[in-house]
Nanobody, 121 residues
Framework: QIYLVESGGGLVQNGGSLRLTCTAS????????MGWYRHVPGNQRELVAT???????NYADSVKGRFTISRDNAKSTAYLQMNNLKPEDTAAYYC???????????????WGRGTQVTVSS
């Protein structure tokens, strides 16, 4: 069983920054891809960023140049640094783990419970 726990969400003003953290249990973290998704009620879930075990990153167009995904395998932790936040970034953010390390949008099988990010205008 893989457990993922997110933290770091909160309320921030337009243009502000937050760093989300996702800590994983188990020993497969270092060979798995990690991803961050976000969801607004009434909308489809959106893939925000992914990073493979080798460090290949991918971003949604809406966050390119503002968000950075990273990982620390020694700590079994993934991060999402979010800068220049906008009100449209308001959502529940979830981290996810892909044991196949392909980082395809439908390949993430383990999920955290989410952390809320609210950006005020």
């Amino acid at each position: 069983q893989i457990y993922l726990v997110e933290s770091g969400g909160g309320l921030v003003q337009n243009g502000g920054s937050l760093r989300l953290t996702c800590t994983a249990s188990g020993s497969i973290f270092s060979r798995s891809a990690m991803g961050w998704y976000r969801h607004v009620p009434g909308n489809q879930r959106e893939l925000v960023a992914t990073i493979t075990s080798s460090g290949i990153e991918n971003y949604a167009d809406s966050v390119k140049g503002r968000f950075t995904i990273s990982r620390d395998n020694a700590k079994s932790t993934a991060y999402l640094q979010m800068n220049n936040l906008k009100p449209e970034d308001t959502a529940a953010y979830y981290c996810a783990l892909d044991e196949s390390d392909t980082a395809g949008e439908t390949d993430f099988g383990s999920w955290g419970r989410g952390t809320q990010v609210t950006v005020s205008s």
